[in-house]
């Protein structure tokens, strides 16, 4: 018998991502060509499709086609890519290098960047709607999405990272920002893919609680990374976040620290997956907690 292989399942499961988003962004001449360019540029500079595929591996793991749901997972990363672009602003963390390529606003200047984002965030809304399922099931999903990016979830983690700049941040202030600014969008998928799926309230629970707890062990990895990852551009980020004041959970709880948080929190995450039940192969969760908890960039 051969095992399975997860690296070839994720990156399938990006590829088709990949396509569907692709769809969305043909050129079309009656348009300006410039805001279809920028949005490509950001949208396709190379990210992990995180999102996306968490959306699509939640759908398999209950054992649902997850082919007709594709417009919703174009749509987390939409979402995401206008939250990079324009976290990158000048205004907020005035960033000149993304995934190792030039900022959409050094490469395009600001008002296209920004604009490129109020795109994206409107397209995300358009794309989600050619869902095939049950439109009471899709309605719930968009409430999800929008609450996840919205005001009480991303934005709001965004505008209390900025609040805090140079201040004194305790633990708690900490943990506020980062579940909102980033573990709510990654918490989203989940949510959105037991909801297509009918999952019981408490399977929800479970997989909201997964998908806070994978997020925060991501964050904390992330500026793990930023200290002792080899790229050269994550180091540069970690000087921009010490210079602008920063707290990062390796400033407020040190290396060591911040390493076994990781795989507490990740540990945690995987214990909870055993006691979904419907789940026809909790595997694919587990594995992505698993990739999440070890990865490099
Ligand atoms: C502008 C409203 C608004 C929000 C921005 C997402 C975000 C909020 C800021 C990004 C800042 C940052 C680097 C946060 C750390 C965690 C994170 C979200 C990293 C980027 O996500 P990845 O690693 O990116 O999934 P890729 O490049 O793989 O898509």
Do not use: W
Not at 54 to 69: H, N, Q, R, V
Not at 103 to 126: Q, V, W, Y
């Amino acid at each position: 018998m051969t095992s399975f292989n997860y690296d070839e399942y994720y990156k399938n499961l990006g590829d088709s991502v990949n396509k569907t988003m692709d769809k969305y962004l043909t050129p079309d001449p009656n348009f300006p060509e410039l805001l279809n360019e920028v949005i490509r540029y950001s949208v396709f500079a190379g990210g992990k499709r995180l999102r996306p595929v968490l959306l699509l591996a939640t759908l398999e793991a209950f054992g649902i086609e997850s082919t007709p749901l594709l417009p919703a997972a174009a749509a987390l990363e939409f979402l995401h890519t206008y939250s990079l672009i324009h976290d990158d602003l000048p205004a907020m963390d005035n960033d000149d290098y993304r995934r190792g390529k030039l900022t959409s606003h050094k490469r395009f200047g600001e008002a296209a960047a920004i604009l490129a984002g109020d795109g994206l965030l409107a397209l995300a809304f358009r794309a989600i709607v050619d869902c095939l399922i049950e439109p009471d099931l899709l309605i719930l999903m968009i409430k999800e999405l929008a609450e996840a990016s919205g005001v009480r979830g991303m934005v709001a983690g965004q505008m209390a990272d900025m609040y805090y700049e140079h201040k004194t941040v305790t633990p708690d202030m900490l943990e506020f920002i980062h579940e909102h600014k980033t573990a709510a969008m990654i918490a989203a998928p989940l949510r959105m893919g037991a909801i297509a799926a009918s999952a019981s309230d408490e399977s929800i629970a479970l997989l909201t609680e997964f998908g806070y707890s994978i997020g925060l062990a991501f964050q904390v990895m992330d500026d793990l990374l930023d200290v002792i990852g080899n790229d050269q551009e994550l180091g540069k980020r970690s000087r921009v976040d010490e210079e602008r004041g920063k707290a990062t959970y390796v400033s407020v709880y040190g290396i060591e620290e911040s390493k076994k948080l990781v795989d507490k929190q990740t540990a945690h995450a995987i214990s909870l997956i055993q006691h979904v039940k419907e789940l026809e192969h909790p595997e694919y969760l587990i594995g992505i907690a698993k990739y999440l908890s070890k990865r490099s960039q």
